[in-house]
């Protein structure tokens, strides 16, 4: 069937209820990694919390910036995340490692 024709509220399946949340302050932008499983959120508080959604929980907190965190980018292979606030600075982040 060609899928043009199809209703697209149909087809969504939208959870009725959403299960968890951050408790780290107000996000300001948030980004996936290209396999979906880690969203980094980026926070007013100038945090960058990495939400694992294997074990469904906070995997790290990144802390450096000091102001609130404008933009998010990860790397093509997931290991590097890239972010900028408002303080002016731009943090190449090891995730594994957890530091700059």
């Keep these: ?3 043009r024709l199809l209703d697209p509220f149909q087809s969504v ?3 009725e209820v959403i299960e ?3 408790e780290h302050g107000t996000t300001t932008c948030v980004a996936f990694n290209r396999r979906g499983t880690l969203l980094a959120a980026g926070t007013q ?3 960058v919390v990495l939400w694992d ?10 802390e450096r910036h000091r102001g609130s965190v404008a933009g998010l980018s ?3 292979n997931g290991r590097y995340l890239a972010s900028v606030a408002a ?3 731009l943090v190449l982040w090891d995730v594994a490692q957890g530091r700059p």
Aim: hydrophobic share 35%; charged share 30%; proline share 4%.
């Design 1 to 3: 069937m060609n899928r």
């Design 13 to 15: 399946q939208l959870p």
């Design 20 to 22: 968890e949340y951050l």
């Design 45 to 47: 508080e100038g945090q």
């Design 53 to 62: 959604f294997e074990t469904r929980g906070v995997a790290r907190v990144l």
């Design 74 to 76: 990860w790397s093509r």
């Design 87 to 89: 303080d002016k600075l």
